[in-house]
T-cell receptor, first 110, second 116 residues
Framework: AQSVTQPDIHITVSEGASLELRCNYS??????LFWYVQSPGQGLQLLLK??????LVQGIKGFEAEFKRSQSSFNLRKPSVHWSDAAEYFC????????FGAGTRLTVKP | KAGVTQTPRYLIKTRGQQVTLSCSPI?????VSWYQQTPGQGLQFLFE???????NKGNFPGRFSGRQFSNSRSEMNVSTLELGDSALYLC???????????????FGPGTRLTVL
């Protein structure tokens, strides 16, 4: 069955530390891949997207993601986390429809 | 370019009532999708409209319905409200141009529905 999995429900990192949020998908073909961020009480904002081409994608706010076909993964990374990055992050897959992972809540320690 | 707007932002209803939520997509976007977001179930897809036609539908009961107008504005309706319908309802628009090709979705701020 088609699915999007974010294995980590909650992650805590210290400000200035690096971050990696995991996303795995299960689809027959390579779908379109997205990462969104949601601040409390707000809608979702697109961080970055992958359609084809270079497997390392740069996004807004210093985020990047790497598509690995062999692992069916699209992990989100940031070299140095800022306190303002605390939010919920959603991986999404667009194929015949759009499906979102369950989200990973990021807490940033001062 | 104005973003996706949703009205109202907050709504309080009682069980058994019905509610209509409205969404205005980004100008030029023909695809509008609706999602329900709750702490327990996360973000769940309700339905998607493209050029006034429902293209996809999630796994929700028939009490949840929607429509899209010729100007791409969309409404969703929930009849016979239940306590479990309390949620943040998000609308997203996309410049989807043909079936099967998915561009990124742009989300509105959501409508917070509370059912008492």
């Amino acid at each position: 069955a088609q699915s999007v999995t974010q294995p980590d429900i909650h992650i805590t990192v210290s400000e200035g530390a690096s971050l990696e949020l995991r996303c795995n998908y299960s689809y027959g073909a390579t779908p379109y891949l997205f990462w969104y961020v949601q601040s409390p009480g707000q809608g979702l904002q697109l961080l970055l997207k992958y359609f084809s081409g270079d497997t390392l994608v740069q996004g807004i706010k210093g985020f990047e993601a790497e598509f690995k076909r062999s692992q069916s993964s699209f992990n989100l990374r940031k070299p140095s986390v800022h306190w303002s990055d605390a939010a919920e992050y959603f991986c999404a897959v667009g194929y015949n429809d759009m499906r979102f992972g369950a989200g990973t809540r990021l807490t940033v320690k001062p | 370019k104005a973003g996706v707007t949703q009205t109202p932002r907050y709504l309080i209803k009682t069980r058994g009532q019905q509610v209509t939520l409205s969404c205005s997509p980004i100008s030029g976007h023909r695809s509008v999708s609706w999602y329900q977001q709750t702490p327990g179930q996360g973000l769940q897809f309700l339905f998607e409209y493209f050029s006034e036609t429902q293209r996809n539908k999630g796994n929700f009961p028939g009490r949840f319905s929607g429509r899209q107008f010729s100007n791409s504005r969309s409404e969703m309706n929930v009849s016979t409200l239940e306590l479990g319908d309390s949620a943040l309802y998000l609308c997203a628009s996309s410049s989807l141009s043909s079936a099967g090709s998915y561009n990124e979705q742009f989300f509105g701020p959501g409508t917070r529905l509370t059912v008492l």
